[in-house]
């Protein structure tokens, strides 16, 4: 096990992997050292370097996959488009070096196939970013349901507010705003649910169904007189709840990183509402050239009786998740960004595992039946890095993991293993087959039709 920092090259420095990924690697300077950075942007990669103590800098990904030899890197993160995913992935897997992949691992389903074969076939050792397993919150509840507190399993239900303004954002002016550049919403946001909902079922589903739609932002629902851009004199800019400046000059008026530093490198007010003018952030979200469904609910029976449903919404007050889990034994209810759990024991003198890392606990009897309710706060260090970052704490942890795995040199095991990950991402593709067609997916034998088994997901 190697105990000197660990050597990471970052590809792509936009958002994630120069926020998430990028931060946590300066911050923690014991544990990791980034020794080169390349994006196409000059300015990003030069920014990146720069944070990084001088690493060096490639505007091309496959001249610095050329270089990692020389480079000594132990490790690469791959925070490029989604499109671009696989391509890179593949060529990083190719060199053999361990790396972390940003989710989706790819934007399609054949793209997903293309990855997992080659994969398979050299033995890659690669981690996808499902970065809720890692946070505390998450990982307390799967604590909870693997100890048997709540009995057996019953419902299980994971609600993604999206928030308005974050939808907004990245769903209809931003980079996951079409499936043709992008992929579907119910990929792009929410395979972190569907990852947290296999991982506590431990199990695939056995059947899916999923309905939804694009139904708000859309050119027919757009305002009389409503110009492309919000900046060109929108007449109702002072009641829409989308008005570009309100948030990115406003709302966001002492923020100048994430997600503002999105529309430019002048973050002045000038410089922001100049980038409004023509950017894609300032777009009147009628007039913009999005496609991905706004609002998806997906149904999920899994063996053992189990069922579990994920609503996501964009018209939500809040950006965060909340969960509800049912079981013979009691009841589990928790809201993330909080770090709230609320957990209902049915049977006499039962008590909460030991060991979760607890803020607050609070103990009630309740009425009819006494039963004890366990109100708690689960402590998240760490656990936010800003406007839609963070993850509660998911960032850090998913980060420290990866590069602790380098050093042991267990990367594509456990926690990082691809093909637990594969799993969520094919009930992402499946869910988005059932809402596109109506129909009922059989999920083993869907599975079982594109060649992969389910027993490589398990």
């Not at 897997?93 to 080659?118: C, M, N, Q, S």
């Amino acid at each position: 096990m190697s105990t000197r920092p660990q050597r990471i090259v970052i590809i792509g420095a936009g958002g994630r992997g120069r926020d998430a990924y990028g931060r946590w690697a300066i911050d923690h300077p014991d544990e990791a050292r980034i020794v080169a950075v390349a994006d196409i942007d000059e300015g990003r990669r030069a920014a990146l370097a720069a944070d990084a103590g001088g690493a060096a800098e490639y505007g091309d990904w496959s001249e610095v996959i050329a270089d990692l030899g020389a480079l000594a890197a132990d490790g690469v993160v791959i925070a490029v488009p989604d499109a671009m995913h696989v391509d890179v992935a593949i060529a990083v897997a190719d060199a053999g070096v361990p790396f972390l992949l940003e989710k989706p691992a790819a934007p399609t389903l054949a793209e997903l196939e293309r990855l997992a074969i080659h994969a398979g076939r050299v033995s890659a050792r690669l981690a996808i970013g499902h970065v809720l397993r890692f946070t505390p919150f998450w990982r307390s509840i799967k604590q909870v349901v693997d100890a048997g507190t709540i009995g057996r399993l019953m419902t299980i239900e994971v609600r993604e507010n999206i928030g308005f303004w974050h939808f907004a954002h990245s769903y209809v002016r931003g980079n996951w705003r079409n499936t043709a550049t992008s992929s579907a919403m119910v990929l792009a946001k929410t395979s972190h649910d569907l990852d947290l909902i296999r991982w506590i079922a431990g199990n695939s589903p056995e059947t899916l169904y999923s309905i939804g739609g694009l139904s708000w932002f859309r050119p027919e629902n757009a305002p009389v007189g409503a110009p492309a851009f919000c900046v060109d004199g929108c007449p109702v800019a002072e009641t829409c709840p989308f008005f570009a400046p309100r948030y990115y000059v406003e709302a966001l008026a002492d923020v100048h990183g994430h997600p503002v530093h999105l529309l430019g490198d002048d973050t002045s007010v000038a410089g922001r509402l100049q980038a409004l003018r023509s950017g894609d952030y300032g777009r009147c979200v009628f007039r913009s050239d999005n496609d991905v469904a706004d609002h998806q609910q997906t149904t999920m029976q899994f063996p053992d009786g189990l069922t579990a449903t994920l609503t996501a919404s964009a018209f939500t007050a809040e950006n965060t998740r909340v969960v509800a889990i049912t079981g013979s034994a009691g009841q589990l209810t928790g809201h993330m960004e909080s770090g709230e759990l609320v957990i209902d024991l049915f049977s006499p003198g039962a008590s909460l595992p030991a060991g979760l890392p607890l803020e607050r606990h609070d103990v009630t009897a309740m009425k009819p039946m006494g039963h004890s309710r366990h109100t708690v706060t689960v402590a998240m260090p760490n656990a936010d890095l800003g406007d839609h970052a963070g993850h509660a704490g998911g960032d850090a942890g998913l980060m420290a993991e990866f590069v602790a795995a380098l050093g042991r040199g267990t990367v594509g095991s456990g926690q990082l293993s691809f093909d637990t990950a594969l799993d969520s991402h094919l009930m992402a593709f499946a869910a988005e087959e059932s809402r596109l067609s109506g129909s009922r997916i059989e999920f083993a034998d869907w599975v079982s039709g594109l060649g992969l088994t389910q027993e490589s997901a398990a």
